[in-house]
């Protein structure tokens, strides 16, 4: 039967299985729930034929042709389909389970609700085609040109699609999860709501791709090209961002959570409403960026590029902003509340009607900044650069601005001052600040209440800390070397990489506790003598009231350069969890340091 032409005929039901009827011509015939099972087809045509229900499974297919033809509820499973062409045709629920469809082509046709389950479809052309909930588990689509078409809703879990072209296609609500897409094409693709799981996304273009909705929690996503995509209310929960574009990106109402972005370029983005928790962002450029009411918790920015930029009734909390350039940067009406920036470029920059509360600034150049109307609280403005700035109708509660290049004029009811700060410490016992970076090197610190404060990163090379209370304190890279601790608690604090008296180093994830005994016995200086002479030495350097021989201040040059005591540690990273008592404290001798003074 080979060649053979059917025209216009009634096949239904009939049994062609095991035959060889390659090339053979099916026109305008019905064959509903023919057997062609197991049977040669090869180089045949099916034009304008009734194939709903016929049994394709295990034929030979190859370079068949089905053109403007029923094939819904038909059976590949299984078939070798290479070079196939399937155009204007209906295959509402088929099953291609298994089945080889490389490079075969699918034109202007309804496949929706088929299933396509673990199918070979390497090179694979899809247009202008109807896949909604299809089922293409764990389906080979490396490679494939599904362009243009919908796919709504369909299952691709664990589908592999490397080099694949998907540019204008409907993927929206599709479950994506843990699926393969390496140096693929989702140009102006419909993601939306679309599950991407623990997806590997690798050098990928997504630009104008519409990711609203989405789900990319555990994705890892390298240089991946975002440009203009829309992000808006995705979730990104322990993803990871590195060398990618999400430029002009609308990322509004956005949630990242555990995630990390590095590498890469944010600048123009939006991300009103945002809520960002948990996260690092690391040598990213963020220029001219925009969010309103977004909400930063728990985020470490590091070498992040924020300038002119602007973050308007935005809330960020227990947040560190290292070596961040925000010159020109804007913030109004905002809120940060237990915040670390340290070593930043703040130049020209805006705070207007903003809240600082209980905010370190340190070794930061902020040249003609410009506070405004703006409440500092608890807050610390330490060796940095100030040159030009004002602060201008501004509140200060319990806040030091002090050892900057320049004393602001309008900063009064701010400790500017050393001694002015011991001498408060010495009459209140309790000042609720973010002492971060601060130097109390040679102080005399008794009965202070440090409870529950931020000292990361705090000097106190040589204090004399008697009755100290630093209990559930931040005290993460904090330097005692020489110190005198008598009777200071230092119960649930954080200890992290912490210089003790006689130079040990807590490593990261140690419990908290008290030096041991010997360390205590060094602490106090081993004589009276000693402590008396060291206590001679605080007094007179009080009464003098000069500056330690290396306290010069910053000028504008080096102001962002200079690091106190631990800097090379950098700030403790935002969210880190407290050490809590009772475990083992392991210890390692640290390198020699040199008191900041």
């Known amino acids: 039967m080979r060649g053979a032409v059917f025209e216009d005929v009634s096949l239904v039901q009939a049994n062609f299985r095991h035959s060889n009827i390659s090339s053979t011509t099916f026109f305008g015939s019905d064959m509903r729930g023919a057997n062609f099972s197991n049977t040669d087809l090869n180089r045949s045509q099916f034009e304008s034929v009734d194939l709903k229900f016929a049994n394709f499974a295990l034929a030979d297919l190859n370079e068949v042709k089905i053109n403007s033809s029923e094939i819904s509820y038909a059976s590949f499973l299984g078939a070798d389909m290479q070079s196939a062409a399937i155009k204007n045709s209906q295959g ?34 899809i247009q202008d085609s109807d896949l909604t909930a299809a089922r293409l588990f764990g389906a080979n689509l490396n490679g494939a040109r599904i362009q243009n078409s919908v796919l709504k809703g369909s299952i691709m879990y664990g589908v592999r699609m490397n080099f694949a072209d998907f540019t204008g296609s409907d993927l929206s609500n599709a479950n994506m999860e843990i699926a393969s897409i390496h ?12 599950n991407m799981y623990s997806a590997d996304i690798y050098h990928t273009d997504m630009r104008n791709a519409n990711l609203s909705g989405a789900t990319l929690g555990g994705a890892v996503m390298v ?33 990242l959570e555990a995630s ?53 009734e935005v809330k960020t909390s227990q947040s560190v902003y290292n070596d961040v350039n925000a010159s020109e940067m804007v913030w109004s009406a905002s809120e940060l509340h237990d915040v670390i920036i340290h070593g930043t470029l703040l130049q020209n920059s805006v705070f207007a009607n903003s809240k600082l509360g209980k905010v370190s600034i340190s070794a930061s150049n902020a040249t003609r900044a410009s506070f405004i109307e703006s409440e500092f609280v608890g807050t610390s403005v330490y060796r940095g650069v100030l ?16 050892e900057n290049d320049t004393v602001p004029d309008d900063a009064s009811g701010a400790v500017t001052s050393e001694q002015e700060l011991q001498a408060l410490l010495k009459r209140e016992k309790v000042l609720d600040v973010n002492y971060s970076y601060l130097d109390f090197s040679g102080m005399q610190l008794h009965e202070i209440d440090f ?3 931020r000292l990361a990163g705090t000097n106190f090379h040589e204090a004399q800390l008697h009755d100290v209370n630093f209990s559930k304190a931040d005290l993460s890279s904090a330097d005692f070397t020489d110190a005198s601790l008598v009777g200071v608690n230092f119960t649930e604090s954080n200890v992290n990489k912490v210089i003790w008296p006689d130079g040990t180093m807590v490593r990261q994830g140690a419990s908290a506790a008290q030096p041991s005994a010997d360390s205590k016995t060094k602490a106090a200086g081993g004589t009276t003598e000693q402590q008396s002479k060291a206590q001679d030495q605080s007094e007179n350097k009080q009464k003098s009231g000069a500056p330690r021989p290396d ?10 350069q200079k690091q106190p005591a631990n800097s090379s ?9 407290p050490s809590t008592g009772g475990g083992a404290t392991q210890r390692e001798h640290a390198p020699g340091r040199k008191a900041l003074r």
């Open 92 to 125: 509402v629920y088929a099953a291609f389970t298994n089945a080889d469809l490389g490079t075969v082509s699918v034109l202007n046709s309804n496949m929706s609700n088929a299933n396509f389950q673990d199918i070979e479809a390497t090179g694979i052309l």
């Open 183 to 194: 140096s693929a094409s989702l140009h102006n693709a419909n993601l939306s709501n679309a």
């Open 223 to 255: 240089g991946v090209n975002l440009h203009n995509a829309v992000l808006a209310r995705a979730e990104l929960k322990g993803t990871a961002i590195s060398e990618s574009i999400l430029t002009e990106s609308d990322l509004r109402d956005i949630t």
């Open 260 to 312: 990390s972005i590095s590498d890469s370029t944010l600048g123009l983005a939006v991300l009103s409403r945002a809520k960002i928790s948990n996260s690092t962002i690391s040598r990213t450029g963020m220029s001219s960026t925009f969010a309103h009411t977004a909400n930063l918790n728990k985020v470490t920015l590091e070498k992040v590029d924020l300038t002119n930029a602007v973050l308007s």
């Open 387 to 402: 040159a030009g700035s004002s602060f201008q109708d501004c509140t200060f509660v319990n806040t030091v601005i002090m």
């Open 451 to 453: 409870s529950n404060s």
């Open 551 to 560: 306290a010069s201040k910053p000028d504008e040059s080096t102001a962002v």
């Open 569 to 577: 540690n950098g700030p403790s990273h935002a969210g880190e969890a």
